[in-house]
């Protein structure tokens, strides 16, 4: 069992900048790999970004690469987003995913604004 922490989110202008942190508890952190998924009013939720157990592969969505970096610390049971040069298209509930094999499990979501 995972449980997962956001934090982060808030209202900022287009062009600026927010780092998100998912906290997680458990043991075995180390061993999922994490994503975060975000889903924007009306919409479906939708991958961003994802980071392998060991954090030797991160991968994001096309509309976010060269803005997101998505990192993770082991050893705090932390893993992060950062989010640059925010459009208002980035305006989304933000969920961190954990998951390893067929285990799945999300957090509650932290909003994040951009406005115009």
């Known amino acids: 069992q995972v449980q997962l922490v956001e934090s982060g989110g808030g209202l900022v202008q287009a062009g600026g900048s927010l780092r998100l942190s998912c906290a997680a508890s458990g043991r075995t952190f180390s061993s999922y790999d994490m994503g975060w998924f975000r889903q924007a009013p009306g919409k479906e939720r939708e991958f961003v970004a994802a980071i392998r157990w060991s954090g030797g592969g991160t991968y994001y969505t096309d509309s976010v690469k060269g803005r997101f970096t998505m990192s993770r610390d082991n050893a705090k049971n932390m893993v992060y987003l950062q989010m640059n040069s925010l459009k208002p298209e980035d305006t989304a509930v933000y969920y961190c995913?954990?998951?390893?094999?067929?285990?799945?499990?999300w957090g509650q979501g932290t909003r994040v604004t951009v406005s115009s």
């Open positions: 995913n954990a998951r390893r094999g067929v285990l799945n499990f």
